[in-house]
């Protein structure tokens, strides 16, 4: 089955097409953060009207690297969930309409389910059971994927995620948006014992996380010291760093054990910093468990993981219909 997946949830214009939900022809995103960078953020009303201006382009461009024409498609999948409400209904309409137009048939895919099954795009993907940290700029969340669609949620943030910490930690620091790069590449020359920033919510009996502590540690920093210079910056950006790694791969861990969870996937715009990277490595081949992590370019958003969603929401039954619409709050 040939599946053709749409993502316009934020602010990544993204079209993909996928064989069988394992084998990427094209994947194609097109970015917004020059757009938001001057505003320190996404801002949904530029982000809409972007994803209009090149919805048809990105999609034209997916479709001639693999060679293909829509006549091919046997499945168009979408994201419809959740994410910011007039992003997500340009993807949606624009479903609607190729179904409509070549009678293709149309499925709805959830965002997060994408982020989690993106790891089925790996020869040696996991096959559930398997826990998923799901971790980026909106969402930090943690999943026991049980069966594809049968997911049930074993903790997340009880405030900011663990991207927007990191965005509004570089807003302090001067560093451009987003933050997560910057902060990433300063922090390898800098030493992760230099501040000790809290972890919040550190018990064992539960799988929750709290990052808004955390960003007013560093402000409560800069605010007593300045703004750091130097060596001094890439020493605040690796403490902060660490802080964020060691509180997300700590109880990720920690979680699978108590699961009886041999498999662990880390998913998501924020897995693709280097250190969760290589700390959640390290803790998990202490405790005999089994890391699986994508490659970068699907951790962020992706046309390719909401085909493989989609193809997977097609096997287990369920259809797109002219009625469906954007659900900006779509839980799994």
């Not at 070549?102 to 959830?110: E, L, S």
């Amino acid at each position: 089955m040939l599946v053709l997946g749409i993502e316009t949830s934020c602010d990544e214009t993204a079209a993909a097409l996928v064989e069988d939900g394992r084998r990427v022809l094209s994947d194609v995103v097109s970015t917004q953060v020059d757009i938001h960078r001057r505003w320190g953020g996404v801002v949904p009303e530029l982000a809409s009207r972007n994803h209009v201006v090149q919805v048809m382009p990105v999609l034209h461009e997916a479709l001639t690297r693999a060679n293909k024409t829509l006549d091919d498609v046997d499945l168009i999948a979408v994201t419809s969930g959740p994410g910011l409400i007039g992003a997500l209904l340009v993807g949606v309409q624009v479903a609607k309409s190729l179904s409509l137009a070549t009678g293709k048939p149309f499925v709805g895919a959830n965002h997060l389910e994408g982020h989690l099954l993106a790891i089925r795009l790996l020869e040696d993907a996991p096959e559930p059971p398997f826990l998923g940290l799901v971790v980026s700029g909106g969402h930090t969340s943690l999943y026991e994927v049980q069966d594809y669609g049968r997911y049930r949620l074993v903790g997340s943030t009880r405030d900011d995620a663990a991207g927007e910490a990191y965005d509004k930690t570089a807003r302090i620091l001067g560093l451009p948006y987003p933050g997560g790069l910057p902060i990433d590449q300063l922090a390898q020359k800098g030493d992760p014992e230099a501040i000790r920033f809290p972890r919040a919510l550190p018990g064992a009996d539960n799988f929750d996380w709290s990052f808004s502590g955390l960003k007013t540690a560093v402000a409560q920093h800069v605010r007593k010291h300045g703004v750091p210079e130097g060596q001094a910056l890439a020493d605040l950006c690796a403490s902060f760093q660490e802080a964020v790694a060691d509180a997300l791969s700590k109880k990720f861990v920690a979680a699978a054990r108590r699961l009886g969870l041999k498999n662990l996937v880390v998913c998501g715009g924020v897995a693709a910093n280097s250190r969760l990277r290589s700390l959640s490595k390290e803790r998990a081949e202490d405790r005999h468990l089994k890391l699986y992590l994508p490659p970068v370019r699907l951790c962020t958003d992706n046309g390719a993981m909401i085909a493989v969603a989609g193809y997977e929401a097609w096997r287990r039954g369920l259809r797109g219909d002219f009625n469906l619409s954007a659900d900006p709050a779509w839980r799994m």
